[in-house]
Protein backbone atom coordinates (compact mmCIF):
# COMPACT_ATOMS: atom_id res chain seq x y z
CA UNK A 1 0.00 0.00 0.00
CA UNK A 2 1.50 3.02 -1.01
CA UNK A 3 1.09 6.43 1.34
CA UNK A 4 0.66 9.47 0.25
CA UNK A 5 3.18 12.64 1.03
CA UNK A 6 1.13 15.54 2.66
CA UNK A 7 2.49 18.72 0.93
CA UNK A 8 3.72 19.88 4.43
CA UNK A 9 5.83 17.07 4.87
CA UNK A 10 8.13 18.40 1.68
CA UNK A 11 10.83 20.98 2.80
CA UNK A 12 11.65 23.84 0.82
CA UNK A 13 15.10 26.03 1.88
CA UNK A 14 15.59 29.33 2.63
CA UNK A 15 16.33 30.76 -0.94
CA UNK A 16 14.57 27.87 -2.19
CA UNK A 17 11.81 26.73 -4.70
CA UNK A 18 9.73 23.38 -4.75
CA UNK A 19 8.21 23.30 -8.50
CA UNK A 20 5.31 20.81 -9.03
CA UNK A 21 3.41 20.03 -12.44
CA UNK A 22 0.21 19.10 -13.70
CA UNK A 23 -1.62 20.47 -10.92
CA UNK A 24 -5.61 20.83 -11.05
CA UNK A 25 -7.53 23.25 -9.58
CA UNK A 26 -8.92 20.89 -6.83
CA UNK A 27 -5.59 20.02 -6.45
CA UNK A 28 -3.98 23.49 -6.03
CA UNK A 29 -6.89 24.15 -3.17
CA UNK A 30 -5.81 21.12 -1.34
CA UNK A 31 -2.57 21.79 -1.30
CA UNK A 32 -2.84 25.64 0.17
CA UNK A 33 -5.14 23.94 2.92
CA UNK A 34 -2.76 21.56 3.43
CA UNK A 35 0.21 24.61 3.57
CA UNK A 36 -2.14 26.68 6.26
CA UNK A 37 -2.05 30.27 6.60
CA UNK A 38 0.89 30.54 9.18
CA UNK A 39 3.89 30.02 6.89
CA UNK A 40 7.08 31.55 5.85
CA UNK A 41 6.80 30.52 2.05
CA UNK A 42 4.66 31.64 -0.36
CA UNK A 43 3.10 30.24 -3.44
CA UNK A 44 2.40 31.28 -7.71
CA UNK A 45 0.28 29.05 -9.89
CA UNK A 46 -0.53 29.19 -13.17
CA UNK A 47 -2.25 26.37 -15.75
CA UNK A 48 -0.79 23.57 -13.60
CA UNK A 49 2.20 24.54 -12.61
CA UNK A 50 2.66 25.82 -8.80
CA UNK A 51 6.04 27.07 -7.35
CA UNK A 52 6.54 27.08 -3.48
CA UNK A 53 9.63 29.01 -2.49
CA UNK A 54 10.95 29.87 1.06
CA UNK A 55 12.50 33.76 0.44
CA UNK A 56 15.55 34.18 2.73
CA UNK A 57 15.65 36.88 4.97
CA UNK A 58 17.16 39.32 3.11
CA UNK A 59 13.95 39.38 0.76
CA UNK A 60 11.60 39.64 3.72
CA UNK A 61 13.23 42.81 5.24
CA UNK A 62 13.56 44.60 1.49
CA UNK A 63 10.02 44.28 0.89
CA UNK A 64 8.91 45.48 3.87
CA UNK A 65 11.47 48.90 3.72
CA UNK A 66 9.81 49.36 0.00
CA UNK A 67 6.09 49.00 1.28
CA UNK A 68 6.83 51.48 4.41
CA UNK A 69 8.23 53.99 1.86
CA UNK A 70 4.96 53.50 -0.19
CA UNK A 71 2.69 53.55 2.83
CA UNK A 72 4.54 57.02 3.66
CA UNK A 73 3.86 58.32 -0.33
CA UNK A 74 0.51 57.16 -0.04
CA UNK A 75 -0.24 59.03 3.40
CA UNK A 76 1.62 62.13 2.70
CA UNK A 77 -0.19 63.08 -0.47
CA UNK A 78 -3.28 61.69 1.42
CA UNK A 79 -4.14 58.99 -1.26
CA UNK A 80 -6.78 56.26 0.37
CA UNK A 81 -5.61 52.70 0.60
CA UNK A 82 -5.96 49.39 1.96
CA UNK A 83 -3.08 47.35 2.36
CA UNK A 84 -3.36 43.54 1.56
CA UNK A 85 0.13 41.98 1.86
CA UNK A 86 1.06 38.71 1.00
CA UNK A 87 -2.61 37.86 0.80
CA UNK A 88 -3.78 34.50 -1.36
CA UNK A 89 -5.01 36.34 -4.74
CA UNK A 90 -6.07 33.05 -7.07
CA UNK A 91 -9.14 33.10 -9.87
CA UNK A 92 -10.53 29.70 -10.76
CA UNK A 93 -12.26 30.87 -13.90
CA UNK A 94 -8.11 31.49 -14.78
CA UNK A 95 -6.40 28.66 -13.51
CA UNK A 96 -3.80 31.27 -11.69
CA UNK A 97 -2.95 32.29 -8.09
CA UNK A 98 0.15 33.82 -5.92
CA UNK A 99 1.06 35.57 -2.94
CA UNK A 100 2.66 39.52 -4.24
CA UNK A 101 5.65 40.06 -1.33
CA UNK A 102 2.87 43.11 -0.74
CA UNK A 103 0.49 45.08 -2.39
CA UNK A 104 -2.27 47.81 -1.99
CA UNK A 105 -5.76 48.63 -3.14
CA UNK A 106 -5.32 52.58 -3.54
CA UNK A 107 -7.80 53.47 -6.60
CA UNK A 108 -10.50 50.67 -5.55
CA UNK A 109 -9.97 50.93 -1.56
CA UNK A 110 -13.58 52.17 -0.97
CA UNK A 111 -14.34 48.32 -2.79
CA UNK A 112 -12.24 46.63 -0.51
CA UNK A 113 -13.24 47.96 2.61
CA UNK A 114 -13.93 45.90 5.28
CA UNK A 115 -13.52 42.55 3.41
CA UNK A 116 -12.94 39.61 5.02
CA UNK A 117 -12.99 36.94 2.42
CA UNK A 118 -11.86 37.64 -0.94
CA UNK A 119 -13.28 36.30 -4.03
CA UNK A 120 -11.75 37.20 -7.29
CA UNK A 121 -14.93 36.14 -9.20
CA UNK A 122 -16.00 39.66 -8.39
CA UNK A 123 -13.37 41.72 -6.16
CA UNK A 124 -10.65 43.46 -8.61
CA UNK A 125 -7.23 42.88 -7.98
CA UNK A 126 -5.13 45.24 -6.14
CA UNK A 127 -4.00 48.24 -7.54
CA UNK A 128 -0.33 47.89 -7.10
CA UNK A 129 1.80 44.57 -6.44
CA UNK A 130 5.55 44.59 -5.41
CA UNK A 131 7.83 41.78 -5.87
CA UNK A 132 11.59 41.54 -4.13
CA UNK A 133 13.05 39.14 -6.94
CA UNK A 134 15.78 37.92 -4.59
CA UNK A 135 14.78 34.34 -4.20
CA UNK A 136 12.37 33.57 -6.99
CA UNK A 137 11.34 35.13 -10.44
CA UNK A 138 8.63 37.39 -10.63
CA UNK A 139 6.03 35.64 -11.99
CA UNK A 140 4.88 37.88 -15.15
CA UNK A 141 2.47 36.14 -16.30
CA UNK A 142 0.49 35.23 -13.43
CA UNK A 143 0.13 38.96 -12.62
CA UNK A 144 -0.87 39.48 -16.52
CA UNK A 145 -3.74 36.82 -16.37
CA UNK A 146 -4.94 38.63 -12.84
CA UNK A 147 -5.20 41.94 -14.13
CA UNK A 148 -2.88 43.81 -11.77
CA UNK A 149 -2.28 46.98 -13.22
CA UNK A 150 1.32 48.20 -11.81
CA UNK A 151 3.43 46.05 -10.84
CA UNK A 152 7.44 47.10 -9.00
CA UNK A 153 10.25 44.69 -9.40
CA UNK A 154 12.91 45.06 -7.19
CA UNK A 155 16.35 43.81 -7.92
CA UNK A 156 19.14 46.24 -6.58
CA UNK A 157 17.20 48.66 -8.79
CA UNK A 158 12.98 49.50 -9.02
CA UNK A 159 11.40 48.74 -12.34
CA UNK A 160 8.34 49.91 -12.62
CA UNK A 161 5.66 47.67 -15.18
CA UNK A 162 2.09 48.99 -16.09
CA UNK A 163 -0.32 46.37 -17.64
CA UNK A 164 -0.95 47.88 -21.10
CA UNK A 165 -3.32 45.97 -23.73
CA UNK A 166 -2.56 43.02 -21.66
CA UNK A 167 1.32 42.90 -21.57
CA UNK A 168 2.96 44.62 -18.60
CA UNK A 169 5.38 47.64 -20.35
CA UNK A 170 7.80 48.80 -18.31
CA UNK A 171 7.40 53.02 -17.63
CA UNK A 172 9.20 55.51 -15.91
CA UNK A 173 7.01 57.25 -13.48
CA UNK A 174 4.15 54.99 -11.35
CA UNK A 175 0.82 55.77 -12.50
CA UNK A 176 0.18 56.18 -8.78
CA UNK A 177 2.89 58.68 -7.82
CA UNK A 178 2.52 60.65 -10.80
CA UNK A 179 5.74 62.79 -11.85
CA UNK A 180 7.23 61.82 -8.05
CA UNK A 181 11.05 59.73 -9.37
CA UNK A 182 10.17 56.66 -6.97
CA UNK A 183 12.28 54.78 -8.98
CA UNK A 184 15.45 56.96 -7.87
CA UNK A 185 14.76 57.80 -4.38
CA UNK A 186 13.21 54.35 -3.25
CA UNK A 187 16.05 52.34 -3.94
CA UNK A 188 18.01 55.51 -2.06
CA UNK A 189 16.12 55.06 0.99
CA UNK A 190 16.60 51.97 1.14
CA UNK A 191 20.52 51.90 0.53
CA UNK A 192 20.50 54.03 3.93
CA UNK A 193 18.63 51.66 5.39
CA UNK A 194 21.32 49.11 5.30
CA UNK A 195 23.70 51.78 6.31
CA UNK A 196 21.73 53.88 9.38
CA UNK A 197 18.91 51.60 10.17
CA UNK A 198 15.32 51.40 8.91
CA UNK A 199 14.63 54.23 11.50
CA UNK A 200 17.13 56.46 10.02
CA UNK A 201 16.38 56.06 6.99
CA UNK A 202 12.33 56.60 7.30
CA UNK A 203 12.88 59.95 9.05
CA UNK A 204 15.38 60.29 5.99
CA UNK A 205 12.47 59.87 3.73
CA UNK A 206 10.16 62.04 5.67
CA UNK A 207 12.23 64.75 5.61
CA UNK A 208 12.88 64.31 1.64
CA UNK A 209 9.48 64.54 1.25
CA UNK A 210 8.08 67.23 3.52
CA UNK A 211 10.67 69.56 1.14
CA UNK A 212 9.92 67.79 -2.49
CA UNK A 213 6.40 66.98 -2.40
Same mark, same amino acid.
Given at each position: MTTLLRISQI??????????? !? /? !???? =??SILEDLGERRSTRIAYLDGL?? /?FMPLPEHEKT??? /??? =????????LELDFEGYGSTTFKAK /?? +?????????FYIQNNVAMRGIRKLDMAIDPPPDLAI????????KFDVY +?????PELWLYDKSLKIYVLQQNEYVEAEFSPTFGNIPVREIIPQFLELSFSAGRSAAMRAFRAWMQTNL
Open positions: ETLEGQSTVLH !D /I !DWSQ =FELE /IKVL /IAD =FVKALLDT /IK +RAGLEPDDCEVDVTSKT +RVLGV
